[in-house]
């Protein structure tokens, strides 16, 4: 069974520009959630999809946005890049949404804003 | 609010030596636990969680860890390192009812030949 899969895994782009990143979970699996990893910050939550809706929240700007297909891939995108938004984007899938749940991790997405 | 703390942003030790990589957590309420490895380059791994039941948990990679709700503590254990556990560990914490994980600043780990 294929893990999950983040594309791109690389990602230049610069000040006031937006990005859309994408996450394909494991098949079957249907909570989708994404982190944003930094040196300074750590591993923050971004948001959860299940069921194409978005379930929960963490505490980052509007700029940050995302969504879910029927097929459970997500997107997410930051429009207005800033330098600070430069990170790791880790995308991680689960099959239910339970707090006990395992969650599975892509590679991430490496975003840097020049 | 639940929050994590680990104690040690790095740690070194010989290969063949105890591992143990320390976490600390704040819950309100019943906290399920987690420990997640990381290798250069690559996401997360899960190595072991604690729901509810036994304290002690057995993960993968020959590691472990004792939830002791007194001390408020999680740390993770292995009686001898091997150089492939050289990576970074992150501690975290998930409640009902929020569907998301809390995680520690992260541990990275040297094992030293």
């Known amino acids: 069974k294929a893990g999950v899969t983040q594309t791109p895994r690389y990602l230049i782009k610069t000040r006031g520009q937006q990005v859309t990143l994408s996450c394909s979970p494991i098949s079957g699996h249907r909570s989708v959630s994404w982190y944003q990893q930094t040196p300074g910050q750590g591993l923050q939550f971004l948001f959860e999809y299940f069921s194409e809706t978005q379930r929960n929240k963490g505490n980052f700007p509007g700029r940050f946005s995302g969504r879910q297909f029927s097929n459970s891939r997500s997107e997410m995108n930051v429009s207005t890049l800033e330098l600070g938004d430069s990170a790791l984007y880790l995308c991680?899938?689960?099959?239910?949404?339970?707090?006990?749940?395992?969650?599975?991790f892509g590679s991430g997405t490496q975003l840097s804003v020049l | 609010a639940q929050s994590v703390t680990q104690l040690g942003s790095h740690v070194s030790v010989s290969e063949g030596a105890l591992v143990l990589l320390r976490c600390n957590y704040s819950s309100s309420v019943p906290p399920y636990l987690f420990w997640y490895v990381q290798y250069p380059n690559q996401g997360l791994q899960l190595l072991l969680k604690?729901?509810?039941?036994?304290?002690l948990v057995k993960g993968i990679n020959g590691f472990e860890a004792e939830f002791k709700k007194s001390e408020t503590s999680f740390h993770l254990t292995k009686p001898s390192a091997h150089m492939s556990d050289a990576a970074e560990y992150f501690c975290?914490?998930?409640?009902?009812?929020?569907?998301?994980?809390?995680f520690g600043q992260g541990t990275r780990l040297t094992i030293n030949p």
């Open positions: 975290a914490v998930s409640v009902q009812g929020a569907q998301k994980l809390v």
């Open positions: 604690y729901t509810t039941g036994a304290t």
């Open positions: 991680a899938s689960s099959l239910e949404r339970q707090p006990s749940e395992k969650l599975f």
